[in-house]
């Protein structure tokens, strides 16, 4: 602690620190502390608000998934194979998070909505995405899937490739090195890579109320009691979603995070 | 179930690769020998035992094991066994798991109980067994990664200068140890190293593999010679060689306790007192800057004195190589003053000392 203070420029760094830091705390804890614990308690016991926040969940863990299954590969070749226009491609998986998410809405429309080819063949098969849980998971995918990539390629460009070299001559073929080897040593980076992303999704609003206002999601039900009812019916629905998003982050974060000095 | 020993053939072998290649290399590794690659310090080395081992495509030629063409076979195919220089143990397993991950779905679950166990038993490493590899010495990680690479039972061994990263005590012990386990195992080992007395202790062949620069960012290495280890060092091949060997005095000996704690090796009838812990079958050398001339006997502190006669005087500028017939053949460096003071010529009688302590029996 004495440290921080160690000298006088260090202490007035800490005090502009601090200033950020207040910044954030204090309105999530005035929005916290604003609402009784009887009032979030009616709050958690409204169907309208519960359903709105499994599905944002609900959504959020199938994007992330989907990443996980395509994301996790593409971070590995990345992070082992250098190829002609590889910082294009890495280029484009950051790209989402420099456009406006309403944009990104918007362009996933173009792609996915009721009238276009993709959207018409996914028709087929009963799949919807406009107004529907789909449309909710693509607009989460696209605007999180960045912070699993890059997590994921952080933690195999970590992994010595000598490792799995050495997997290989003890007659490990070339997925069983991945399996045996690298997955492991680089999981660590790719959960947290998987907690960030669930947690950007949860709170995704731009990109999703854009293809999917029904059925709502957490962000957008909140928006939605804003704009009808005022601040005062708002409130209780914000402070309720903070809460449950803090405790999941830190309890993920806690489980997930015990040896970060790694990553 | 392949063969367990297995000799290998390389042929006109060259690999491109960004920062280095490999032209037209031949190799002939006869089954159960030790075979060395030296060569100086740089990536050359490991760059050939990786393509060997199939981790890199190579651009020509062709790499046999045992007779068979393994030229394209992946890695996880050939039976090769790698050993890096900083051991590459997988830092999420036990030692127990790193030695068993090569026998999972090779060997039922028992037996790799049992094998693991051999084989720790074999390299000293049983109690090490439930112990994480960030935990270990580098000696035993050595000793580990020997254990992973051998439990499997390769056709082939490739050491990538396994003894470079330890201190000199480990590795003078670990030395001797790979030694051991070559005559106990009789697996065919190709060992790279830059250390010319490492290459000599262990090999039964020494190939010398010399780089050059090519272009700014680029280096190419070929094998200039392969031979044994006298052969390398009494005839070198070319400049290069000879300079890399540098002149030296190496004699494969046999040491015996004798009184006052020294050792005597005898060499060729010779006998040469040394400090060393070891007996048995050794080498010896002693730096040529090391041996005293003398006109006539002299008693002195040097535990060696001997006579002999001079065959040879070859100038070097400021210095001169001296070799003298005792038998065997010693060189001594003098300076070209001594040599005009002493009136030295070649048939002249000489005298020549050196201390036990400058003997280095390896």
Redesign the interface.
Known sequence: MRALFANKMQASFVVLGLLLILFVAWPLLRTITATGPVVLWQTLLDDEVRSSIGLTFYASFIATAIAFLCGVPLAYLLARVDFPGKRLIEGIIDVPIVVPHSAAGIALLMVFGRRTLLGQAFGLFGLKFVSAAPGIVIAMLFVSLSFLVNAAREGFEAV?P??E?????????PW?AFW??SF??AWRSILSGMILMWARGLSEFGAVVILAYHPMVAPVLLYERFESFGLRYSRPVAALMILICLATFVVLRLTAGRKRSRV | MKEKLGSMQVRGLGVDLEEFRLCDINLDVAAGEYFVILGPTGAGKTVLM?TI???HRPLSGRILLAGEDITHA???R?G???V?QDY?L???LSVAGNIA??LK??VGRSDIGERVAAIGRLLGIEHLLHRRPGTLSGGEAQRVALA??LV?EPRLLLLDEPLSALDPETREALQRELGRIHRELGTTTVHVTHDFEEAVALGHRIAVLREDRVGDMKREGRIVQVGTPEEIFRRPANEFVARFVGVRNIFRGKACPAENGYKLVTVNGLEIAAVTELEGSVHASVRPEDIVLFREPFLSSARNAFRGQIVDISDRGTVVYVTIRIPPDFVCLITKRSLREMELRQGSQIYIAFKASAVHVF
């Not at chain 1, 070299?165 to 007659?171: D, I």
């Open positions: 010595d000598r490792l070299r050495v997997a290989r001559t003890l007659g490990a073929s069983r045996g080897v492991p040593l | 990786e081992a199939g981790l992946p890695p996880e050939r090769i066994g790698f890096y590459a997988f830092p999420h991950f090569g779905r090779r992973r690479a499997v």
